[in-house]
């Protein structure tokens, strides 16, 4: 094989023994230096492990790497486990960070780490675990880091030598394969340049068929079309659905594909592949988060099939997906960042315009900003796709889980692992001492509500080192005797309300006595956490239990059809599976702290075998794939 000058440069490093990380754009063929990392350990018996920071990339991943290394390759993300003991073993980044923490030993037969989209370090709600990941790292691993094109790649390489001190070489490359060619809609008029929209004063809105019908003349499709809604992109699908994007030949083609996957994924009476079966018979489709798992990859498998011609998808689509197109288009520049709506960073464009342009088949890639000038001004438009892209920043929030690990392996001499960290390495003094009182302070609240007593972790300190990001309620709930007196079906519903999150003003339903009773008691026990948490001055708080789909929860325990149980919620059918997954995954955790008692974790299994079926069960949806 031929590599490009960067792919090769890092493979030259990787030969010498050499820890890697790789800056380059999206669609310039990072995976490649992966594989040639996973194939020189098959060849010298050695294990790899390769993470990704979300689970459908993680599950796209072990399929793509299933068609080339067969057997050797095995999957763990949570809610999926198959062949574990695989050479190569593709897992979530938490999966890793709890095996850093937990089980070190069970790292021992892996040579390589390969951590995909590596600056998911900067993500404020996840970032952390790549940064404890890295840290804790065994010392017999080498990393290979992939990432997109951040600026301060060479600082982020030497904090991770000064931790590990030894060499750590970076290769960088800000060229792309295919060159990206910028267009703008403006006033229902589209320019190629975006001065020319200045000349522009009248306010006449963009109309999508004017993009469309600009798009076939110029031979732009297919097109992924980024819209920062669900709803929207659902609307905007409905809106082309007057066009017909496809031939006699490719329309009877699409639809024995689409109709064989809904066949193998039992989706042909589901009604939202009803609903979206027109659309695709003419070469149109949509994909969101709220959409069943097993229909997303329907639509996935259809756009890599060249069928699809325009696809309606946030942004999700854009992270690490090898899905490339001729055409993307923006819809807007704007996007709900946390908690609140905020421009477009430019590293989060490239991410998504870096799908635009398929390598060996066009010339170049075609990117369409759809412009508001009511919303927008040129001035950020400009910064947007021209400016430089942002530093990676740690995002570091210690978890009580990770705090008790740290304790039960290092004491009092744990405070001596900050200065280890990024936060460490990139902040200001204030900065630092303030990071290091949230860590002592959170010490400090385990130590006085009996999680370490005599500088020994108690057995409700042994169980909540093993829960992840709800450790106190669980662990509160655990040693008030809760967890054994529930049923299957109050450990059902009490795992789902712990990991859901409602959105804002959704509404809670009728709860049977039952739930009510659960809820009355988690919340009281919530209630102390949080006064605890404001004493010590603790931020951000302890997640609080959400009972929104309790009533959901006990109608599919009961066995009744996943459609039906949807007229209890109004959270979108993709959303519950999401959840029923994460509550299956929470309740794994409890089962497999050390502590729990062989009472509990028989109920545990009874009811994971409950909640893990038909659509929920994600590793049938991949073993049938």
Not at 158 to 187: A, Y
Not at 366 to 375: A, E, L, S, T
Request: hydrophobic residues 40%; positive net charge.
């Amino acid at each position: 094989m031929v590599y490009d000058r960067f792919q090769q440069e890092a493979i030259d490093y990787i030969n010498q023994g050499y820890s890697v990380i790789v800056s380059a754009p999206t669609g310039a063929g990072k995976t490649a230096i992966a594989e040639y990392v996973i194939e020189i350990c098959l060849k010298k018996g050695k294990g790899v492990i390769y993470t990704a920071p979300l689970k459908a990339l993680s599950n796209q991943k072990f399929r793509d790497f299933q068609n080339q290394y067969q057997d050797n390759i095995g999957i763990l993300t949570g809610d999926v486990s198959i062949n574990p003991l695989a050479p190569v073993l593709i897992m979530t980044t938490e999966i890793f960070r709890n095996k850093v923490l937990d089980e070190p030993e069970s790292l021992k037969a892996y040579a390589w780490i390969i951590f995909d989209e590596i600056h998911y370090i900067d993500n404020p709600e996840r970032g952390t675990v790549w940064e404890e990941s890295l840290i804790f790292l065994p010392e017999h691993m080498k990393i290979l880091g992939l990432s997109a094109t951040i600026p301060n790649i060479k600082e982020f390489a030497q904090w991770i030598e000064s931790i590990h001190k030894r060499p750590f070489k970076t290769v960088i490359e800000d060229k792309r394969p295919v060159p990206l060619h910028f267009l703008f809609q403006c006033n229902n008029e589209i320019a190629e340049k975006i001065e020319t929209l200045k000349r522009v004063h009248d306010n006449r809105p963009n109309r999508l068929n004017t993009l469309i019908n600009y798009l076939r003349q110029k031979d732009g499709l297919p097109a992924i079309y980024f819209v920062f809604g669900r709803r929207r992109a659902e609307d905007l699908a409905f809106e082309l659905s007057g066009y017909n994007f496809l031939n006699d030949q490719e329309r009877a083609q699409i639809t024995h594909l689409f109709n064989e996957l809904c066949a193998r994924f039992d989706l042909q009476h589901e009604r939202s592949a009803q609903i979206l079966y027109p659309l695709v018979q003419r070469g149109i489709a949509y994909h969101h988060a709220g959409m069943l798992p097993t229909l997303k990859e329907v639509v996935e498998r259809l756009f890599t099939s060249r069928l699809l011609k325009v696809i309606f998808t946030t942004e999700t689509f854009a992270l690490g997906i090898n899905m490339p197109s001729r055409s993307v288009i923006f819809d807007e520049l704007r996007k709900f960042y946390g908690r609140y709506i905020r421009n477009l960073k430019t590293r989060d464009f490239y991410q998504m315009a870096g799908r635009a342009g398929r390598r060996g088949m066009d010339k170049q890639g075609f990117v369409y900003c759809r412009i508001n000038p009511h919303h927008i001004n040129f001035e950020e438009v400009k910064r947007i796709i021209y400016g430089r892209p942002e530093e990676v920043k740690s995002q570091l929030n210690t978890s009580y889980a990770t705090i008790l690990n740290l304790y039960a392996r290092y004491k009092e001499d744990l405070y001596k692992i900050y200065p280890l960290s990024l936060h460490y390495f990139q902040s200001c003094k204030y900065e630092q001492k303030e990071a290091l009182r949230l860590i002592e302070a959170k010490l400090k609240l385990l130590k006085d509500w009996n999680y370490i007593l005599d500088g020994i972790l108690t057995q409700k300190g042994k169980f909540a080192k093993s829960v992840y990001g709800y450790e106190l309620i669980l662990a509160e709930l655990y040693d008030n005797n809760i967890l054994e007196q529930l049923d299957e079906f109050g450990l059902g519903v009490l795992s789902l309300a712990i990991v859901f999150e409602p959105r804002k003003n959704q509404h809670l339903g009728v709860l049977s006595k039952n739930s009510r009773r659960i809820k009355q008691i988690t919340e009281e026990i919530y209630a102390q956490i949080r006064h605890k948490e404001q004493r010590y001055k603790i931020y951000p708080f302890s997640k609080s239990p959400a009972f929104h789909l309790s009533t959901a929860i006990e109608a599919w325990l009961r066995g009744m059809n996943f459609n039906k149980i949807l007229q209890y919620t109004d959270t979108d059918e993709g959303e519950v599976v999401r959840y029923f997954r994460m509550a299956v995954q929470i309740l794994r955790e409890i089962n497999d702290a050390k502590v729990t008692s062989r009472t509990l974790r028989e109920k545990i299994r009874k009811t994971i075998h409950v909640i893990n079926r038909d659509i929920v069960d994600a590793e049938k949806q991949l073993r049938e794939g």
